[in-house]
């Protein structure tokens, strides 16, 4: 009996699908190249997962609010080439910012207003609003970079706190700790997961749930234009297809550490996990000279445990 409740008490960790595969891959990545532990790799992993952390952190409110965008990577795209088209105009760094944050709340009110408004189906509405993004895009940048930046620009992604820690760390961990005190300790992270649980029980009980929902696809939006900013800074150039394909690997991150994808659950501290871990098989598989087309099969079984995980982690919990 002691056992099976300990197994219970275990499966109803939210950021469990993190942990053990995390733990596994380090041992294992640790017993072939130590070197995988030197303090530049491990900052190195940090710095690449920031940048999907920052994202990460509004899609958990999407997700464990009971909503879905594919249109994320789009928008990471979007802020990047943005904000470029201002800097090359010769606009102040801050304004070129500003202006792709804005372009990204844009896509964000879009996305609320079909699928809260019109009642669409947000995979297939975001799909869209995927493609077309993209189109736009590519129309107006000949799908070419766009570089020449400034110093004052680049340094946003790549300049080091004493010299070590990349800025898009630091940038990620503020937005990850706000993240998680309005998700655990406001009224706003409570609605958001009364929402997920129940949206019609959440609206007889006071909650403004349109109004709820519209907002998250605008942070969402709002966050992934911002990643799209600190790429371009981080690389000095502003691609076309910077977001392309992340938006199935943030959510997967974001399910990894414990979200759930049917809504009333959500962890930002299990999403950072789940942006780590990622980034770290990535890393890992570079590091033991393993063929990086095995990153794809390692995503997509990871992601299967992990909803395998949510399953039995609701089940425990009484969720289902």
């Given amino acids: 009996m002691k056992t099976r409740d300990f197994a219970r008490n275990l499966l109803a960790r939210n950021e469990l699908g993190t942990i053990m595969p995390m733990a596994l891959l380090l041992i294992v990545v640790g017993f072939v190249n130590p070197s995988f532990f030197a303090a530049n790799n491990i900052l190195d992993i940090l710095r690449t997962a920031s ?3 920052i994202i990460a952190v509004p899609i958990t409110f999407l997700m464990a609010g009971g909503g879905m965008d594919l249109s994320i990577g789009a928008a990471t795209s979007l802020g990047g080439v943005i904000c470029a088209f ?4 010769g606009m102040p760094v801050a304004v070129a910012i500003l202006l792709a944050l804005l372009g990204g709340a844009m896509v964000g009110v879009f996305n609320g207003l079909i699928i809260v408004k019109f009642a669409l189906p947000a995979f297939i509405a975001t799909l869209g609003v995927q493609y077309a ?19 004052a620009f680049k340094v946003l992604g790549q300049g080091k706190l004493f010299g070590a820690v990349a800025y898009p760390v630091l940038y990620a961990l503020v937005i990850g700790i706000a993240g998680h005190i309005m998700l655990t300790r406001t009224k706003y992270g409570r609605s958001v ?6 949206a019609e029980t959440a609206y007889l009980s006071g909650i403004n749930v349109r109004g709820k929902q519209i907002s998250i696809y ?3 939006s709002v966050f992934a234009a911002l990643s799209g900013v600190l790429q371009a800074a981080r690389f000095a ?26 809504g ?17 098989i990535t890393n890992a598989l570079i590091v033991m000279n393993v063929s990086t087309f095995w990153q794809n ?19 425990a919990s009484g969720g289902e």
Wanted: hydrophobic letters at 55%; proline letters at 1%; aromatic letters at 8%.
């Fill in 51 to 53: 940048f999907a952390f």
């Fill in 86 to 89: 201002a800097l090359k105009a």
């Fill in 133 to 151: 993004i993209n189109g736009i895009i590519a129309i107006t940048t000949k799908n070419l970079a766009i570089s020449g930046f400034s110093s």
């Fill in 193 to 198: 997961l009364a929402i997920g649980g129940n």
């Fill in 218 to 220: 605008i942070a969402t």
């Fill in 237 to 262: 150039s502003a691609q076309p297809a910077a977001g392309s394909g992340t938006e199935l690997t943030i959510m997967a991150s974001v399910i990894i550490g414990g979200t759930s994808m049917f």
């Fill in 264 to 280: 009333g659950t959500g962890t930002v501290l299990g999403s950072a996990l789940g942006c780590v871990l990622l980034a770290t």
């Fill in 297 to 315: 099969l390692i995503f997509g079984v990871i992601l299967i445990a992990a909803i395998f995980i949510d399953k039995y982690r609701r089940r």
